[in-house]
């Protein structure tokens, strides 16, 4: 066997030390050519064309549904929409074995000393290049099996560094007799997140049943709260300290398990500061709830103390007693009214800091809803059912298998997402992500837009199969149609999208206006039009910028472009010979830019 190393160059070797020598050691490893993999995502230029037959309502469309390898897609996909994407959903092969998939969902190669890096690599492109669509408060959400999900997190936390948010856990059915060996049914599924820093769930939305305002507090509904910490006085000593009821000379024994949450000024070392009020002050503006009923002993003497300790017959938090014999300043209790309540904090509704409570990362089955209280789980989901269920729906047969419940999907789009924001979804299948994406918009009047990508699926035996054409975009296309029944308020336009290869070289020669139009509308965050070839120049116009594409040179172009600089408007003017038409224009205040330069440069960033 030849040596693979041999036909590497100098500067290819040293960038392979490099990138090894930085590796972390800990962690997962599998087979993979660094030098290939970088070399793929480059190896050439990523076009699409509209095919205005299989979109779907008028232009312009802003949504997308794109036929091809999702690797190409998604290299196209950097070049048009990095760092746009606020939410992107896949539901990947789960390296199974099964043999009903184009990409034989079985990513093994029995040559590879780790068995499942192929799988692992083909994801690991994927996700990489994902990575670059992720707005700055974007989330990736990844479905996978009970069995791969610790080698597909270990390899997504190599892929998205520093991005890992949780897991959310789902039914994926009521339960099963499938004989299992241990008898133990994998009746469930997961999610994993991973996000940048600057995404939030929505979270569950709050009760506010105990905020009440019985005492007319002018600064509205209040409810007690906890006034500790989950801290021992070991731990935290400063914030073990006796609490005095100014009114009534009252002390209270802090809690020797959970010391005071909030710091006393006498115990502030000289020019020390806190991050927010002393026990003092929030005991001056009335926040801290001292009891009104109580039972309250003096022991005048140490051995009265001590004995009422050994007899248990002093404050207690649940079964733990508040004074103890081994606890420091025994001493200070003696002759001093103790209170056996415990004070609370005077917590305001208008001082939350939160409209909802963070999400649980369990999945509450749908036929368990009832069990749960309001507000403590947002995410309600069926089970694979059903997605099965709404395939033979929509399609009135089984057209898909294994499609994820919308249901699931949708809660977590809805959990995910403003009304304005775009859906991602590169392994798109049967376009329950898309249906998802339709049902949310539908029940909040939002906006939200997909992508949703998917291969044709065609083989040696079946060369006209189409998973894209007739089912990802069919899909949407029979939502869009209802006029009735459930689905009758879904619509979702679409532009339907091929991607192909063309070699940087053959870029002038090859690729098409249409192509570059469709390319740079994306690029400019514009719905997508279909070129009309028949115009020397192209222009897609909004109230917040203008587009165009010159193909040539004409008077009526010049014209326009000259109207143009003195409304002063914020053109972006993109032309295969620029010098030419910046020539015959004259000076105006844009730019004119060069298309094939200004594509690659965005393609190999």
């Known amino acids: 066997m030849p040596d693979p190393y041999d036909s590497l ?3 290819q070797l040293a960038s392979l030390l490099r990138k090894r020598d930085a590796e972390k050691k800990l962690g997962l490893v599998w087979e993979r050519d660094e030098i290939e993999a970088d070399a793929a995502i480059d190896a050439n230029f990523v076009a699409c064309t509209i095919d205005p037959a299989l ?5 312009p469309w802003r949504n997308l ?3 091809g390898d999702n690797f190409d897609a998604l290299r196209w996909l950097r070049m048009t929409h990095a760092h746009r994407v606020k939410c992107i959903y896949i539901d990947p092969p789960y390296n199974t074995g099964n043999k009903d998939w184009v990409y034989n969902d079985h990513y093994v190669d029995p040559n590879d000393r780790y068995r499942h890096s192929t799988w692992l690599e083909f994801l690991f492109r994927r996700l990489s290049l994902a990575r670059d669509l992720l707005a700055n408060d974007g989330v990736i959400l990844v479905s996978i099996n009970d069995e791969n999900r610790a080698k597909l997190e270990l390899m997504m936390d190599e892929a998205l560094p520093g991005m890992r948010l949780g897991t959310f856990t789902w039914r994926t059915r009521q339960g099963s007799n499938a004989d299992q060996g241990s008898f133990l049914s994998p009746d469930h599924e997961h999610v994993l997140a991973y996000g940048h820093s600057g995404f939030k769930f929505s979270g569950n939305a709050k009760s506010y049943e105990m905020y009440s305002n019985a005492d007319n507090d002018p600064d509205g509904d209040w409810r007690k709260s906890d006034l500790t ?11 073990y300290y006796p609490l005095q009821d100014p009114k009534t000379g009252i002390w209270y024994a802090p809690n020797p398990n959970r ?4 710091a006393s000024r006498d115990r502030l070392k000289p020019g020390q500061r806190v991050s927010t009020r002393t026990m003092e002050e929030w005991i001056e503006c009335g926040q801290i709830l001292f009891p009104d009923q109580q039972r309250v002993e003096t022991w005048n003497t140490k051995e009265e103390l001590l004995a009422a300790i050994r007899s248990g ?14 606890l420091p300043d025994l001493d200070f209790w003696v002759g001093k009214p103790v209170g056996f309540n415990v004070p609370a904090f005077k917590r305001y509704k208008k001082d939350l800091r939160n409209a909802t409570q963070p999400l649980s990362s369990w999945i509450t089955p749908r036929s368990e809803e009832d069990t749960v209280d309001d507000g403590a789980n947002a995410i309600v989901s069926g089970t694979n059912d059903e997605g099965a269920k709404v395939i033979k729906d929509v399609f009135g047969s089984k057209a898909f298998n294994y499609a994820k419940p919308v249901s699931l999907i949708r809660e977590l789009v809805r959990q995910s997402t403003s009304f ?9 299948g049967s376009a329950t992500t898309a249906q998802a994406v339709m049902e949310v918009n539908a029940d909040d009047q939002g906006s939200r837009r997909f992508i949703m990508v998917s291969s044709s699926e065609a083989t040696g035996d079946e060369p006209d199969k189409n998973i894209c054409r007739d089912v990802t975009a069919e899909r949407v296309r029979r939502l869009n149609a209802a006029r009735d029944g459930k689905y009758a308020d879904l619509s979702a336009e679409f532009a339907y999208l091929r991607t192909r290869e063309i070699d940087f070289d053959a870029l002038n020669s090859e690729l098409a206006p249409a192509e570059a139009w469709t390319a740079l509308e994306a690029m400019h965050g514009l719905p997508l039009t279909f070129y009309d070839a028949a115009s020397g120049w192209n222009e897609h116009s909004t109230d917040a910028q203008t587009l165009i594409l010159a193909d040539r040179t004409d008077d009526g172009l010049i014209e326009r472009l000259r109207a143009l600089a003195k409304a002063r408007a914020n053109a972006f003017v993109y032309s295969w010979t620029p010098g030419q038409l910046t020539a015959a224009l004259g000076p105006v205040d844009f730019e004119i830019r ?7 440069k965005r393609f190999q960033q």
């Open 594 to 600: 060069p298309v094939r330069e200004t594509l690659v």
């Open 420 to 428: 304005d924001d775009l859906v991602v979804d590169f392994f798109a």
């Open 259 to 262: 010391i005071w949450v909030y």
């Open 65 to 67: 549904v794109v036929e």
């Open 229 to 239: 910490l989950g801290f021992n006085y070991l731990e935290r000593p400063n914030l």
């Open 55 to 59: 979109s779907d309502g008028a232009a």
């Open 9 to 11: 160059s100098k500067n």
């Open 313 to 326: 017959d002093v404050p207690m938090t649940g079964r733990a007693p508040m004074l103890r014999e081994e």
